[in-house]
Structures are given as C-alpha cells and as structure tokens.
C-alpha cells in the first residue's frame, strides 16, 4: 500500500513537472497556412523485370540439409518483377521460383484512397530425402494409422533366435534389426502454404478500416515420435494435414493530436489428423498373463496380471499405441489502442485487449489397450472404466493493458514511464487422472489431476533520459516486473532491472551506444512440496523461476573516417547466477559474450564493400545426482552429485562486394558466409569419478559443425533492356554429432540401440547450384 | 532489499521530476537545442516557396518514384506542401542564399526531434507507439533506418535488406541466421519484421503479435497454441525459456542440447537424472535418450497433450 502511494505520488511530481513546463512554453501553433497548389511530381516510369533461366544442381552428403527450406531442383527458373508508380497510383507485383516448392507470389495496389495486398507464399522444410521406415502408413484422417507387417512382429515377440527388433545390447547391434530391411525409402519434408491479403480503405483522411485474412496450411510429413517402453522408442514419419485461418478487422481513427484505433483478431487452427495409432515393433499381441489382477496391484515378488507391472521398461506392453494430436482451437482478440499527444512533446498512449482461446476436442480413451481396458482391471482402477469428461473444455482468457507516458518537456531531458498489466488465465476445468495408462503398458495410479497455470504479469517501467551533451543521451532507467503464477514453485517472483545507457554521435566520426543492465530476481511463496512431489531434489530450483542476479552489457562503436566508410565494433556480455537459498541442483549460471567486427565501404554509390567478424561465446553450469527415489539411501547421497559444464564458441564471418554498374552495363554480387561451432560437454563430480572408476563412462566428443557459403551473380545488360545473368552458389557443411547413428559415414542407420527411427539426424553436405538466366527489362 | 531498489527507482523518478520543475523556471527554451540549428519559424503561409524553387538547387533530392509522391493520397508530401511539408517553409532559406540555418534538416537534428517530422503523419497502424518505445529511447530514430531520398531498399530502408539495417547493431542476432539450426531469414522467406515491430508494439521484445511470447509464436505455430488438457510449464510461461527464436547450433533451435538442456529442470530420480554420456550411448538402451530425438524420443508431446493419459507427455 505504502509503495503504491509513493508510486502515485511520483507519478503527480512527473505530470506537473511535465505539464508546468508546456505551459512555460510557447505553443507551437498549427498555422492555418492557404494551401498553395503543390508541384506535380515527375510521374515515375514503369519499371519491370523479367528474368528466366535455367538452373542446376548438384549435391554431396545430405541434400535435404542444403535445401532445408528452398526448393533447388534442376529445370526452368524465373523471377517476375513489375512497378508502376504515378501520381495517383501504385502498383507491385512480384512471382518468385514459379513451379517450385518454395514459389512466392506479392502483389500490392496503394492508390491513395485504399490499399490493397494479396499474397501467396510457399516454405518446404526438407529433413531428410533418405529417411527410410518399416512402417506402412493405412489411415491419415481422423486418425493417422501405421501399421508394420505382422510376421516380423510375431518373430521379435517370439523372441526367434537370429532375429533382432530393437536392438538392446552392443553386442546385438551386430545383427541388423528385421526392419530394416523391410524399410522403404522415403523423402521427409513438409510444405507450408500461405494465402492471403489485406486491404485498408482511407474513409476519410483521417480514418481507415483495415482487413486482413491470411490461410496457412501445412502439408506433407515429419518426424514424430512414440514409445512403449524406456527400450523401445519410434520415430514416425507423421502426416500433415492441417489448416490455420485468420482474420482480422479494424478501424483507425488518426489526427496530429491522437489516434484511436479499434480492432477483432479471430484465429482457428483446424487439424484434420486428430489422433496416431502405430504398431509396436516389438509386439505383435497384447501382453496378458491371463491372472486375475490382484489389489493392491504390482505388489513385489507377486505374480499378477493380466499386464506386466514392468511392462513399461521391459517392453512387455500392448500392440499397438495411440497418442493424441495438436488439437482444432480458437483464438479471439478485441482491443482499443488510444494516444493522445500534449505539448511539450508529451504523448500518451494506452491499449487494452481482452482475448479468448478455446480448444474443445475430444478425448482418445485412456488406453488403446484392451487388455487393461477391460473389466477385470477396472475392478481395481475404477477411474479407467470412464473418462471424468468426453471432451477437452480447455480456455484460456487473456487481458492485456499498456499505458506508455512519454514527455520532453525540454531539451535537457526526456521521461517515459510505462505500465504494463497481461493476464492468463488459465479456465481449464481440472481432470482427474490420478489412475491413467502409461505408455498404453502399465496402469498407474501416480498420476493427479491437470494443472492449469495462471500467469499474471506486471511490469512498471521508469526511464529517464538526459541530453547531457549534443547529441549524447544518458538514460537512467528502472523497470518492476513482478510474476504471479500457480502451479509452480514460486507463487510470485519479481525481477528489480536497474539499466543506464548512453548514445551519442556528437562527432561525426563516431557512434557509441552502450547499456548496462542488472537484474535481481526474487521468488516468494516457495513450495517444496512442489518440487518433491515430483520426485524431485528438495534443492532443486527451476531456472526460469528460480532466484538469480543478471548482468548484461553492450558497447557498440561505429567509427566514421569519411563519407562512405565505416568501422563497426560491438561487445557484448551476459551473465546469469542462480543464487538463491538452497539452490543446489538445476541450472547454476548462465554466461554468454559477443564480439563483433565490421568494415563497411562504399565510397560510391557503385561499389559496396564489407567485411566482419564475430565469435560468441556460450557457457553454462548445471548439478544434478543420479539416484533412486526415497527411501532409497541413494537420494541423499552426495557422492552420486554429478555437474555438466557446457562450452561453445561459435565463430561468424561474412564479406560482400556489390559493384552496381561500376563496370559498364554489369552488376556483380559477391558474397561468402561463414559460421562454425564447437560444443563441448564435461562431466564432473563425484558420480563420474567412480563411474570412470567402474570402467563405465565415456565422454562425449564435442558437436562440431562448420558452414560456408560463397554466392556470385553477375548481371550484364548487353542492350538497356536486354541482358544476361549468370549465378552460382557453393555451400558446404561438415558436421559432427553424437546424436546422429550412420551405418556408414553419411547412410543412416534407422535401429539402434533402443529404438527404431527413420534416420533423420544432423550430417554434412556439399552443394553447387548454377544458373544462367535472360533478363528483359521493360 | 526489494524496499530498497523500490525506493531507488522512486528516487530516480523523483529526481527527474525535480529537475523537470526547475527546467520549467526557464522556459526560453521553444525546441531541443539541436534543432535550434535548422528550425525557422513557421509563420504565415507566405513562407512557402513552391518545390520547384527546391529542386532548382537540390535537384537530386527529389523525392519521385516513393510513396511520398502519391499525390492522390492526401496525407503525403506530394499532396501537400512538396518538399516543404518536412522541411518547413523554404522562403527564408531562399532569401538567404541557401542559409542552412534557415531550412528544417532532419539530419542534423536530434534524433527524436527529426522522427516528430516524419511522426508528424506516420502515426498510426505501426508507427502509433513509436513515442517511448525501445528505439526511441536510444536514440535510434527514423533517420537511421530510413531514407526519404537516397533509399536503397524496400520500405526506404538505408540498406538492401532488413537483416543489413538491424545487424548495425544486432549484429550478434542477425548471425544467427546463419546457425545450423535456424529460422528461413537467409533464405529470404521470413525477416526480422516479420516477428518484430520495431517502431513499437504493445507485446514485449517488440514482438508484433499477441501480448506475450507465447502468443506471438503460436500466431504461426499455432498447433502449439493449445489450450491442452496436460500443459508444460516451462512452456505456458515462454518458449525462449527453451528455444533462441533467432537460430541455435542445437536441434530444433533449442538453447541447449538434450537431453542436458531437460536435466536442467529434471533432477527428479531414477533415469531423468542419469549421466548419459559415451558409454550409455554405446551399451546401454538409454542411448534412445542421447541420440536423435533424445528426451522427446518418448515424451514427444513436451508442447503440451490432450490425451487423458498425457501425464508425462508421453501420449
């Protein structure tokens, strides 16, 4: 209460400080000056390009990678520009890579009066062109169903001799699995496609009414994942087929002294695939032991059944799987935006949003089952007999408000306070799920119910800024951002920001931009109970709440000798400590640097030269203990404590010379990107110095990767309109990653240890794409 | 210690009151000084001289070809006033030969006095919250990014791209494009305002979208949006909490590698806190926690699940 007066109370001395200065001003008045007839511009002329050509390409290693999100295949490549500007009119339209996955479409009409712009947009995500799986896919909607041939399943349930399903041991990765050599070939990618346009309608100089819609559906296929036990993981190629369309209307209402604007943003996302079934590769059947189940069930040294109480870790599950998909939902959005400007350069602005976001779908049962959906083991988890609720009634209301307040009252200094209140409130009617099915293996009665997590979010932002000197700015700034949230740790946590920036470019020749930022983070109403519920270590603290000092810094300094050259360096630091009271375990510090160095010169318009550097830094610290729950005496053992120092350095360098006409009729492009990383996991502790003891751990070799990029166009116009053009692009990659399985350097390898998957990892490439075009200019 | 920052901040706030009261005790001062440079008063109508008495001598300043010569829209320059509608009335800068102090030049203005000129009109749709927001405060005004003249780019912008302007001085973001792992910026099919509305915005992190991260993510991901049965914490509360939205050395843009990035978190018992290393990824079926998807290999629905038994993310 106390602070919320003297909050007030700051904020009064800030508005008369503000509104005592506008009066000791001269009013800038808006002189009712005739208008005298303005001078027609020169009409601009029509302006049009068309480049055709042709295009090959040719790849090494992991195409799909080279691609990743283009379309470069061999045939016919076009570019379509046209403009045409004039006192009255404006027009655009562009076609991009016609025919081709990753075409693109724009066009856009401005004629004073309303402005209209129609898009279409095609993005592949290319993962693998040789990923290869075992499983046939027999249902894509509703229900995307994968089945794997019935005699293989049989022979892995039956534990044949020679016959390996997942492997499970070093020693049966000798053999390979059953599936995969009934695996096809397949390319793994995906097609996003955006339709949509907008038009603003200018009612009156003053007023516009804005429209916009825009229809995104994504197709084709990507890698998913399912397991039936901790031995047995699949990667699926999961179909795509599902749509999002948005709509928004608004009306603006804007003069020299403030602007209203009001607006309805409506978004449905539509998922025609509304759960997946797949087989288990390592069941062909339902495991049952056909014993009646006993109650209290799993009771150790206990035969019971019909299921495996292990059946989760050991394999011994169902045949078949069933998981949910990204449900239909909704989401609604009305807000108000106001500003209203003073004198004195003061200005204030407010918005206010209310939004809703709604998912509704129906539930899959508890388990696909039917050995534990049945009768007899209902008779001991009654709540499996029934769903609480056939659908998912999830809601989510939001409210989100922001008052800027901005004044310079003066040329000494500026103010901007802001406030800013979101809400999420999560409406979601809890479901009670203690008793649930695990991996569609093993009832549980470890569950409880759904947690809906509110978050409401404060932020009061002070900031004062001081022109000490022509041109140079100090900023002083204070910000309160202030969590309150359930089903966390921490009820409330609240972050103290103090920053100071300066800006300046009192000399011509340079540029410098610093800011220093540091941060205090404080929990309150910490709940043990929240973290050892889970099983959790009493000392562990989550990150993204957990108590913690933050330091970030920035200098930037750009160096001007002359017109046309400039000399760029920026440094940059951040580090996270997590601090507080009984932190042990989880994330300990955070630090990161940046340092940056570039050289750009164009000393005519003609010719553009640059070069930088960069190479950051990424370092973090984490503890852990590697044991069993309680009572188990292993759990507060600290010599099971275990660390993990995580090291990468990443390296950037680019350079470019673009020479526009500085030959005769010819524009040259050329440009090389470089960029490389090196990531280093080191264990440390005591549970790895007896592991190493044990002859049992093994450390990770660091993640490497290292890109470049060399791309070369040249253009030369022959006649003024007519030219040719010739392009080449060169990327290599090289790249080293534990998580990746090959058979052989660059052939996947899709049954390892654990799991069946499709293969899609992390692997080098070398790619060259050429083309040869005509370009017509009209 | 809360109190004490508290009061800090109060004090800062205070204090800036305070001088602004005693800056009111000397109300000679009409503009900023910088503009005290370029800035003729504006007094009848007489002022103006017509843009083609302009263009006689800055003939290469014309202004053709942009939006602002869209003379059938009447808020532009080519509709109103020509040159002048920026540059104030150019009489007394004729009369005077050329006087440079007795023209408007955004140039050598401050920055946030040359942005009123341009703000002036642009101040609605995306511009509206320009006032106070992150760029303003810094100084960084219209003029750095844009060029009514001499525009090289799409929108006026001083350079080919949006990448090229934001790098001056995110250079340290807009190398990430260049990551193994990135968003489709290089390849020309996203840019930075394509999340991002950098003359201001009511989300934070200048995010054009939604209020929050969450919601300006899920305006494209929006399979993530939920609400789910089953929801993920870490992720109701924001995604960076896992993933660097601008481009990541690691899987699926994360900020760290799996499994380690979830054993951050998960220090519960039995295999989330498992030392999975060399030896567990050659010998042991835990490797399925080490290599391809790792954690998600089981727990694919980390998003969140609508499935009843969606407990673990597991389905």
Redesign the interface.
Known sequence: MR?TV??GI??L??A???V??A????Q?QQ?N????A???????PELGLVDLGVRATSTTGDKARYE???DLKDGAVSQILFGK?T????FAARAYNVGYR?Q?YVADY????IKVIGLF?S?PLNYFYQAATPWVQAGTSPTATFTLDPSARLAVQSKTPGIVG?????AQLNTPSIYRGLATQFEMQQLRTVGGGGLTY?AT?DM?I?LTFAS?K?SGTM?????FA??N?N?LPLPLD?R?N?VSVGA?W?T?KG?V?VGWTG?W?D?KIHDLVWDNPIRATDFSNGLAITNPPCQSGVAMGPYDCSGYSNGNGPAQ???????D?S?NVVSA?G?YKMPA?T?V?A?L?F?S???N?A?????INPVIASPTVYSVFHDLAH?ERNT?K???R?V?A?V???S???????????YRY?N?D?R?PA?E?VE?????AVPEET??E????D?T?KTLD??????IA??T?L??????DSFD?T??SFSDM?D?I?RV?I?T?RSQYVTL?G?YTHT?R?GSGFSEDTIVH????PN?R????ADSKRNRGTV?V?LTPMSGVDL?T?F?KGEDVYNGEGHE???LSNDNS?I?V?LNIAPKETVAFGV?F?R?KFQ?M????????LPDVQ?NDPARD?T?D?D?T?N?F?IYLDLSRAIKNTDISLNY???D?D?A?I?GGS??SS?IAAG??????D?T?K?R?VSADVKYFFQPKVGIGLGWWYEK?D?SD????DLTPGTPRID????I?TG???RPYKGNTGFVRLLYRF | MRSIVMRAGLAIAGLVAVVGLIGTAHPTAARPQAAKAGAPQQSVAANYVGEETCLTCHEGQAYKGTAHALKSNAKTPAAMHGCESCHGGGKDHVEGGGDKAKIVNPKTLDASAASDTCTSCHNRSAHALWDGSQHDQRKVGCLSCHSVHSSKGEKQLNATNEAQICASCHKNITNKQHRFNHMPVREDKLQCSSCHNVHGSTNVKLLKAGTTVDESCTSCHQEKRGPYLWEHAPVADSCTTCHDPHGSNNDRMLVAKQPYLCQRCHVTSRHPPTVYEGFVLKNSTNANKIFGKACVSCHQQIHGSNAPSGKAFLR
């Open positions: 602070n003297t909050i700051a904020a001395l800030l008369s400080a503000t005592a200065n009066q000791g001003q001269p800038q002189q000056v005739p208008p005298q303005p001078v027609t511009a020169p009409v601009a990743r999100y283009s500007k006192e009255t009119f404006s990753d693109s401005n004629s004073g009066r947009d993005t997942i492997p499970t041991s070093a200018n100089p516009n804005h995104t994504k890698p998913w994942a399912g397991a901790f031995n993981a990667e599902n999002s948005d603006e804007a020299q602007m604007r978004s996302f998922n799987g069933r998981m949910s998909m990204p449900p939902s989401m935006t500003l350069h200005s602005n918005t949003s939004s976001m709604k998912q779908d539930l899959i049962p508890w388990t769903l998912a999830a809601e989510v939001g989100n922001l800027n307040f901005n310079r009252p003066n040329r000494w200094v500026s103010l901007n306070m802001r979101n999420h999560n979601t479901f799920a649930y099915v695990r991996f569609d569950g409880g759904t947690e809906a997590f978050i979010r002070v900031n004062a800024t001081f022109n022509p041109y700015a900023r002083l700034g204070y910000g309160n949230r089903g966390r609240t103290d103090f920036s800006d470019m931009r800011i205090i404080k889970g099983g959790g270590q562990l989550f990150y993204d709440e930037l750009i760029t920026s940059a375990f989880g994330l940046s940056n570039g930088n960069g950051d973090s984490q503890k852990s203990r590697n044991a069993n729950p759990f275990w993990l995580n990468e990443v950037s680019d990107d470089f960029s990383s990531n996991f264990h549970r790895i592991l049992t751990f093994l450390a990770l070799p993640v990767n890109w990029r990659l790249v534990f998580n990746t399985i390892y240890l654990g799991e998957s899609y990892g992390n």
